[in-house]
Structures are given as structure tokens and as C-alpha cells.
């Protein structure tokens, strides 16, 4: 198959395709989440916490982020490579274009953001420089401090409308992938019709265009009670293979997330 470009994500969004996305921290997991049919590898800061152990995203550095985009770019195989940039990694636009380029440089073809209107300016300079761009909103765990906890964002009308406000606000500075996590469905379906971007969705309901998930959680491997918004995959497969391919069916046919994997408002 050929290889996965912005171009195809905006196809399955006009199509009203639904399309699965995977996080992957080395060469031997994107090999196996880009064969299983998953369009877009997430290099996450999830690292931090599935890797490293620590309980927030906050510690992940620069050379952590390259060290392993570079491995999950040998390994895959013609999925959309996405890498996280880390907190305070575009504190300010400069930083951000240096950082940026670091990432593209070992192999990411876009990078992800975590934050709201403050963010327009660095994200039309990424763009316009070549980068593109994928803006997450919602609970964004760089800001959990800020947040309390990791808590469901946009519950209320005032602040959905924001969110709805911020998501176009970022496509027009040059977003082209916006991710949602942790907000109600039915708050993410209306960012889905806001934007023309593709909306990649975690714990944001079913009516998103694409899924993604932390790979090690949709294998059953995340020590502790999972969060409402994951299913093991790996439950009901005979490999870890088939399960990445049941997911890719499951979010294809709108099967997952179900009701009890979403928030309601
Ligand atoms: O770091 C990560 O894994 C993420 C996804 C969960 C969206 O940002
Ligand atoms: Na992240």
C-alpha cells in the first residue's frame, strides 16, 4: 500500500472514513502497528510514563523524543509518523522551530502541540516553514498541574465553546491534524464539523474521524485500572498482531469506542 500522507487523512475525512492511529516508541512496534493497517504512528510523550515510569509527561526531553522517532522511522512502514514535542519544547516560536526541525530531522513528518489560542503564532511558523502541524486540545497532560489531575475537559457550555472557538482559530494558523482527549462526545463531534482538519480522537467518543490509543494500553500491558476510554484489545486475539488488527476493524467499522468508552456531557 502506498504510504499515508495528510492528503489521505483529509480523503478519509471527506469519505467519512474512520481511521486508527497507534502510539510507538521503537522499530519493532511500528513495524508491527503500520503492518497491522494503522494509518498514523504516534511518537508520544506517553513515553514518559509507558517507558520511564514516571506519573506525568513532564520529565521527557528533546533527546528522548528524537532518540526514539528515530527508531519507530526504521521501523515503520508507510504509516503517517507524528512525534510529540515535549513540554516546553515550543515555549517560544523560536524554540519551537528549532525543536521542530530536530524531530522532522529524525524522521517525524509532523509534529504534535499541546495548548490553545497562545499557539497560533508558532503554528504558522512551523507551517509555513514546512512543518506540519497537529494540535491536541482537551486534556492535554502537559498541563496537569494547571488542570489538578487529569480530568475531562469541556463540560460545561462555556467552556466547549472555547474549545470549539480554539480548534478553528489553530486550522486557520495552519493546523492540519487536531487530537481531542478526554472531552465529551458530544462536544467532540461538534469540533469534527467545525473543522475541515482531520480530528483524531482519545476518549472523545465515536463521531471523531480517527482513534488513537497508548499501544501498550489497548495490549492489556498498563499496570493498574485502565482509563474509561481504553478496551484491551489483546483479550479477545491470539496475538499481539491480530489484536492491533482488531482494533484497526473495530475503529473502521465505528465499533470502537463504544458508549461505555466514552464521556458523556
Ligand atoms: O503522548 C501520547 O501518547 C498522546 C496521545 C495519547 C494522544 O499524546
Ligand atoms: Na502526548
Known sequence: PMAVTINTLREYKQKGEAFAALTSYDATFAHAVS????????????????????????????EQMV????????GNQGALVVADMPFMSYGTTEQALNNA?????????????????????????LSQRGVPVCAHLGLTPQFVNKFGGYKVQGRDEHHAEQMIEHACLLERAGA??????????????????????????????????????VVHDM???TPGRPPRFVKNFLAESDSVQDAIKA?????????FPAEEHSFQA
Not at 509507558?50 to 513532564?58: A, I, K, M, R
Not at 461538534?190 to 480517527?210: H, L, M, N, S
Not at 482494533?247 to 465499533?255: H, K, L, S, T
Open 35 to 62: 503492518s497491522a493497517g494503522v494509518d498514523v504512528i504516534l511518537i508520544g510523550d506517553s513515553l514518559g510514563m509507558v517507558l520511564q515510569g514516571h506519573d506525568s509527561t513532564l520529565p521527557v526531553t528533546m
Open 67 to 74: 532518540y526514539h522517532t528515530r527508531a519507530v522511522a526504521k
Open 101 to 125: 526541525a530536530e524531530l522532522m530531522r529524525a524522521g517525524a513528518q509532523m509534529v504534535k502541540l499541546e495548548g490553545t489560542d497562545w499557539m497560533t503564532d508558532t503554528i504558522s511558523a
Open 176 to 213: 492540519d491534524v487536531i487530537v481531542l482527549e478526554c472531552v465529551p462526545a458530544p462536544l467532540a463531534a461538534r469540533i469534527t464539523q467545525a473543522v475541515k482538519a482531520p480530528v483524531i480522537g482519545i476518549g472523545a467518543g465515536a463521531d471523531t474521524d480517527g482513534q488513537v490509543l
Open 219 to 221: 495490549l492489556g500491558l
Open 247 to 255: 482494533y484497526v476493524d473495530a475503529v473502521r467499522r465505528r465499533q
